[in-house]
């Protein structure tokens, strides 16, 4: 005899599915209709004259071009990390530059709200480079990764434009294999001849969108990425002794990190298709063409913005090229399992914003 309870049940459990999917649809709605409002933001942002204090309205990425490259770096409390990267990064600058006396540069840092004394590191830095050099600009509340790095390339006025990690994690001088390449794809649109030359030789350059991802795909398999760390102490164990008091340990990843790598690697490949085998990697080089129309039409402000970019590349016809380079990975990672949860949800944006035409891609 059927039990009177289990048609009641049955209509509940429905009922339940029913209000669970209901109210997941109403906050991606609400989320897209709020990020498609937001869409473009470039009119109203300001850096910081570390000798005055006064804000200083930014250029636009619209205005004609004014350094060779510009290098984008968000910062969410890098106090100990930002350092570090940071006289690397204008080290390699300075010395390029006095090497070639065509090569202009600018590093653009964008702190997104931190806590900590990053914006007083990153100041320090544009006080002792000068604001022509170096520049920093405050979002104030943090926004998220993707928000910060639109921010700074919207602001830029290089004709190359880089974003890269406030934490060092890929060598700065890897910059010359992605410049390398997008220098050779604008000569092959352009039909301009010639192998490996500066920016200044190919002059349209700029105008021709091309983008290089920087990809640590190659290291997947060996799972050779590793934790690098120096110390200055006396350690009773050690893999390599550098010097009498300084130690390299390495650390192998952890498994469910290359588990969870995997998994979300799947999910990209079903949202933005093949092409690109690490959206990730936070090295990654623009034309000024490519950032125009990239960055204007971007709308997620966190975790999943790279591969926004990546379907955005796709439908816009902007050619990717995925280049290795060198990476280690720095202690101090800011992906907790929340942010795993908030991919996921991302990619349920891209989804549905795309995919039912709610967001619009201008051309």
């Known amino acids: 005899m059927e039990s009177p309870w289990t048609i009641p049940l049955s209509l509940l459990f429905l009922t339940l599915v029913l209000a669970l999917v209901l109210a997941l649809a109403i906050v991606l709605l609400g989320a897209i209709t709020k990020l498609e409002s937001e869409r473009v933001d470039a009119g109203h942002a300001f850096f910081v004259d570390p000798n005055s204090s006064k ?3 930014c250029p636009s990425i619209f205005d004609p071009a004014q350094k060779c490259m510009s290098l984008i770096i968000p910062a969410f409390n890098e106090e100990h990390r930002l350092p570090a990267a940071l006289s690397e990064t204008l080290s390699y600058l300075q010395q390029r530059a006095k090497r070639d006396k065509s090569f202009s540069y600018e590093v653009i840092i964008v702190d997104d709200g931190s806590k900590d004394k990053t914006y007083k590191v990153a100041l320090d830095h544009a006080r002792k480079y000068t604001i022509d050099n170096v520049r920093v600009i405050l979002l104030g509340r943090n926004q998220g990764k993707g928000a910060a790095v639109k921010q700074g390339m919207l602001h830029a006025r290089g004709e190359l434009l880089l974003m890269l990690d406030a ?8 910059l010359e294999k992605l410049e390398e390449q997008i220098l050779a794809a604008a000569k092959r649109q352009l039909c ?27 290291l997947e398999k060996q799972a050779l990425a590793t934790v690098c760390k120096y110390f200055s102490l006396d350690f009773s164990f050690c893999l390599f002794q550098i010097s009498k008091n300084a130690f390299l340990l390495l650390f192998q990843r952890k498994w469910y990190r290359n588990l969870l790598m995997k998994g979300f690697h799947l999910l990209v490949l079903l949202t933005a298709g093949v092409g690109v085998r690490d959206t990730q990697c936070g090295f990654k080089m623009f034309t000024r063409a490519a950032a125009q129309k990239l960055f204007t039409n971007m709308r997620l402000r966190r975790w999943c913005f790279d591969v ?3 379907y955005l590349c796709k439908q816009l016809d902007i050619p990717v090229i995925e280049i290795s380079v060198n990476w280690m990975e720095i202690p101090g990672s800011k992906v907790r399992m929340t942010s795993i949860m908030h991919m996921l949800f991302e990619l349920m944006l891209i989804h549905v914003g795309y995919g039912f035409s709610l967001w619009k891609i201008q051309t």
């Not at 934490?167 to 890897?174: E, H, I, M, S």
């Not at 105008?207 to 795909?217: H, I, N, T, W």
């Open 167 to 174: 934490d060092g994690a890929t060598k700065v001088t890897d």
């Open 192 to 218: 301009v001849g010639g192998g490996a030359s500066p920016i200044s030789s190919v002059p349209n350059m700029p105008e021709v969108p091309v983008v290089a991802f920087g990809s640590r795909a190659h």
């Open 55 to 57: 804000r200083v309205a």
């Open 308 to 310: 926004e970019l990546v």
